[in-house]
């Protein structure tokens, strides 16, 4: 079933309808930008409902997955509210207890985030390409080499039934020159986020 899609207010974007925008979200640069839970979890929820616009059937596998992900994440953050402020400290938190549920769904979950990223960056440097071309070249380097064989079809089938360019943006504003500048306001946020936590994650203390 067809998921509705946000009713987009006159002279704003699809961005504008989001929960919480990336850019939004609190980064504590005095504290190893450390990166506030609440606000990132609910603009990776917010980010998941550009995957219905992309095409709900087809790309509902990516979206489930990023969104079980956000769960598992979610349901330490209520577990140890006061050890879960910011993500590193709830990865750090967790770990301690020989757990890493939520450890390895932020994983998954900032791989998911760099391969919408990385698609849509790309889509809007190079108005020559097709979706199609921006999503499979973005998932051969994010979530295709973590995905096994079983898996790789079902993410495929989603990048070849992308939409045309043309109507996709066309969906997410009348407006093209706004919807540019918004879109890369929030790319740069969700970019500069998943940064951080890529090199957090890859570091010693986000190991199990």
């Known amino acids: 079933m067809a998921t509705a899609l946000a009713e987009i207010p006159a002279g704003a974007t699809f961005i504008d309808t989001f929960k919480k925008s990336f850019v939004d979200v609190p980064v504590d640069a005095a504290n ?12 990776a929820e917010s980010l ?4 219905d616009v992309l095409g709900g059937v087809a ?13 598992k994440i ?19 938190n967790e770990l301690k207890t020989k ?4 450890t390895e769904g932020l994983l998954w979950l900032v791989r998911g985030l760099e391969f919408t990223y990385l698609a849509l960056s790309q889509n809007l440097d190079k108005e020559s390409e097709e979706l199609s071309d921006s999503f499979r070249n973005a998932y051969g380097s994010t979530l295709k080499p973590h995905h096994s064989f079983l898996i790789k079809p079902i993410f495929s089938a989603a990048m070849s039934a992308c939409p045309y360019r043309k109507d996709f943006y ?11 500048v918004k879109l890369k306001e929030w790319l740069g946020a969700l970019g500069k986020i998943v ?14």
């Open 195 to 208: 940064d951080i936590l890529k090199t957090f994650l890859s570091s010693k203390e986000a190991k199990w």
């Open 48 to 51: 998941t409902t550009m995957f």
């Open 99 to 102: 757990k890493h549920v939520a």
């Open 170 to 180: 066309a969906k997410l504003s009348t407006d093209h020159a706004l919807l540019t």
């Open 59 to 71: 790309f509902s596998p990516v979206k489930n997955d990023m969104l079980g992900n956000v769960k």
């Open 74 to 92: 979610r349901e330490r953050q209520l577990a140890a509210p006061a050890d879960s402020t910011t993500l590193q400290s709830l990865v750090v």
């Open 32 to 43: 190893s930008n450390a990166v506030e839970t609440t606000s990132f979890l609910e603009a």
